[in-house]
């Protein structure tokens, strides 16, 4: 494959650089929408939001991640992802995910809030439990894995 046809990719947490290929696309969850990334893509930067991250492989595969949030840089056939969190689907505990998002859920129904940063901040979880159930899913489905 041709270097112009594909794109060198990264996404990095705090704790650790998660992955770091060439790639031919990669769509992202920004707060504009989801942004699909092709080789010679217009330089952009973008805030990420909770989501699926939805990376094409140049042998075709796809790699599947949640993200939290963090920031988006395209360059000229480079993509830099900084993530507050990220996980690949092969990495997420559905037991886990169920158990953050029930307490998540109870303390949004039961809580009385002091202010609108701690109301923001149940949300923010809140979402970001749910972007890793539907990347969960998105990779079962991807696989042909049943829902245990």
């Known amino acids: 494959m041709s270097e112009?046809?594909?794109?060198?990719f990264e996404i990095a947490t705090p704790e650790?650089?998660?992955?770091?290929?060439?790639?031919?696309?990669a769509s992202v969850p920004t707060q504009a929408g989801e942004v699909t990334i092709l080789p010679d893509h217009?330089?952009?930067?973008s805030i990420l939001k909770p989501g699926v991250l939805d990376i094409r492989l140049l042998n075709g595969e796809t790699v599947l991640m949640s993200v939290s949030g963090g920031?988006?840089?395209?360059?000229?056939?480079?993509?830099v992802i900084l993530a507050d969190t990220a996980e690949r689907a092969e990495e997420l505990d559905e037991q886990r995910i169920k158990e953050a998002r029930a307490k998540?859920?109870?303390?949004?129904?039961s809580e009385q809030f002091k202010?609108?940063?701690?109301?923001?901040?149940?949300?923010?979880?809140?979402e970001k439990?749910?972007?890793?159930?539907?990347?969960?899913?998105?990779?079962?489905?991807?696989?042909?894995?049943q829902k245990k």
């Open 4 to 8: 112009n046809q594909s794109i060198k």
């Open 16 to 25: 650790r650089v998660l992955f770091k290929e060439q790639i031919l696309q």
């Open 42 to 45: 217009i330089p952009m930067v």
């Open 71 to 79: 920031f988006l840089e395209v360059l000229k056939n480079k993509i």
């Open 104 to 109: 998540a859920e109870e303390m949004h129904q």
């Open 115 to 126: 202010d609108d940063v701690e109301f923001a901040d149940l949300a923010v979880r809140l």
């Open 129 to 145: 439990e749910l972007a890793r159930e539907r990347t969960l899913s998105k990779w079962r489905k991807l696989k042909g894995l």
